[in-house]
């Protein structure tokens, strides 16, 4: 792109990651405390999936409009969207205020991350993608050290709200750099949009998600609600695949999901989400509520992860260039399934340094796949495909992480309620407030709080269980990319 200044678009775009690292990071660590002072434990969940429900939906269409109508005037919608929703966020005086400013965070956050990404692959050669990218990898993770740290001082000092309201100078010089001296060539493209399919999706997600976080605990999983609940959903998800397949210009180009590197890629991506949002949402709950340790030290353990993540992810480019990318990729889900079988180890007692331990194999593993899967998708598709094909991988990885926060939230309530119907004690999940404060704990006779504390780490012991299987999942999957053509024969 002739008159574009590289270094000056690239701070940009470090900032704009920036920001959504410590939008990952900074959020689950305020989690417990924001749960302790607007209550509704029983939403905690919600939390999360209405910022990944509609970045999830968004994604595919924001990386179709970016191929329209150019990076630059879709990057900036989506940021200031999502700067409204931060600035709304920390004004929120009730958790159900807090879920619907997360929906419009969420219909932004679907731009930031992909577009950013995509413009690093227009304006780099194939040859210069793989390092770059492994920088990006490893800045995004160095950024996101500061958040859980800089999450655990604004909780005690100032207050919960700054955890929102630090993206917005961050994100307003981010979108300031890339308006200013992104030069982007002129596209004579007539512009169809693909509304249709953007609305099934939505309906699709939307009900499946529902059904996820709610089954077992509002209604019974196997009741006429439930049945209900399934079928719009498979209804949806079959419309929408038809409409695609019938549509002039798709938001889901799925001819380029025949590419087998792109096919595994995307299912890889997929089980990665699920286990990303189950460490990032769920493990400062069990350090704060279950280990009594402050938010701080909750941070901590979560800053272990973002430390791994981009020490593997600087190395990865270079592995790429070495070893090639199954074995590149095979090695990072070794780490995956490590982490996650040290989490289900977990006990109260191992400490923070065992959580940070088992964190940081997850940030390893991460680092190693997520880099790898991006320059391969890249150098597979021209420029014009190259937002749509970069949002697939994104909306996958996206779209594992709102199945799994919905999945792990209803399997963390159920095992709760049956855990305190077992004991015959008459415990609302509500209950569970009270352990992630200190202040409240000191509240609670010694008896209900050991019980208590056993019944959350029992029942998030569930939650590790089914994210093993994933990570097991995932390094089945990627054997499905043992003799197909990787990037190192791409990029040499």
């Known amino acids: 792109m002739e008159g574009t200044k590289k270094p000056l678009v690239l701070a940009s775009v470090m900032l704009a990651m920036f920001v959504s690292a410590v939008e990952a990071t900074i959020v689950s660590t305020a989690m417990p405390s924001i749960a302790a002072e607007l209550g509704g434990f029983s939403k905690y969940s919600w939390v999360f999936s209405a910022y990944l429900l509609?970045?999830?939906?968004?994604?595919?269409l924001y990386g179709k409009l970016s191929d329209i109508f150019g990076r630059k005037r879709i990057f900036a919608v989506g940021m200031l969207l999502f700067l409204l929703g931060s600035l709304l966020c920390g004004l929120a005086n009730s958790i159900d205020e807090l879920i619907f400013y997360r929906f419009i965070q969420g219909m932004g956050a679907g731009a930031v991350m992909p577009i950013a990404t995509t413009i690093v692959g227009d304006i780099y050669s194939r040859e210069e993608r793989a390092k770059i990218q492994g920088y990006l990898s490893s800045v995004w993770g160095i950024s996101a050290?500061?958040?859980?740290?800089?999450g655990g001082i604004l909780v005690v000092t100032i207050g919960w709200e700054y955890v929102f309201w630090i993206n917005l100078p961050l994100g307003i010089i981010s979108l300031l750099g890339v308006l200013l001296f992104l030069k982007e060539p002129v596209n004579t493209k007539k512009p169809v949009i693909d509304y249709k399919g953007a609305a099934?999706?939505?309906?699709?997600?939307?009900t499946m998600l529902y059904l996820l976080v709610e089954g077992g605990v509002s209604f019974d999983w196997f009741s006429t609600k439930s049945l209900i609940l399934l079928t719009a959903s498979i209804l949806f998800f079959v419309l929408f695949i038809w409409a695609e397949r019938k549509a002039f210009d798709p938001m889901m180009p799925f001819e380029i999901w025949r590419n087998k590197t792109i096919f595994y890629a995307n299912l890889v991506s997929l089980t990665n989400g699920v286990i990303l949002i189950a460490i990032s949402s769920y493990l400062p709950t069990y350090v704060t509520g279950v280990m009594e340790q402050p938010?701080?030290?909750?941070?901590?353990?979560?800053?272990?992860?973002?430390?791994?993540?981009?020490?593997?992810?600087f190395f990865s480019g270079r592995l790429l260039l070495k070893i090639?990318?199954?074995?590149?990729s095979i090695a990072g889900g070794a780490f995956l399934l490590i982490g996650s079988l040290l989490f289900v180890l977990m006990q109260?007692?191992?400490g923070p340094l065992w959580a940070a331990m088992s964190s940081f194999s997850i940030g390893l593993g991460m680092g190693l796949t997520s880099t790898v899967f991006i320059v391969a998708i890249q150098a597979a598709v021209s420029y014009e495909q190259r937002g749509s094909a970069t949002a697939s991988n994104m909306f996958m990885r996206n779209l594992g992480s709102t199945i799994g926060v919905a999945l792990l939230g209803s399997i963390l309530n159920s095992s709760l309620l049956r855990y305190f119907a077992d004991s015959g004690q008459n415990y609302s999940l509500s209950a569970i407030n009270d352990l992630l404060s200190a202040d409240a704990r000191a509240g609670i006779q010694v008896e209900s709080l050991r019980f208590l504390q056993q019944a959350l780490a029992e029942s998030l012991q569930h939650v590790y269980l089914v994210t093993a299987f994933f990570a097991l999942l995932s390094f089945i999957l990627i054997f499905g990319l043992r003799g197909k053509k990787g990037v190192k024969s791409r990029v040499k």
């Open 54 to 60: 509609m970045s999830t939906v968004t994604v595919l």
């Open 145 to 150: 050290v500061t958040g859980p740290a800089i």
């Open 200 to 206: 099934l999706l939505t309906a699709a997600l939307s």
């Open 295 to 313: 938010a701080a030290i909750a941070g901590f353990t979560l800053t272990a992860m973002s430390v791994g993540w981009p020490l593997a992810a």
């Open 324 to 328: 090639g990318y199954f074995k590149t």
């Open 348 to 350: 109260p007692g191992f």
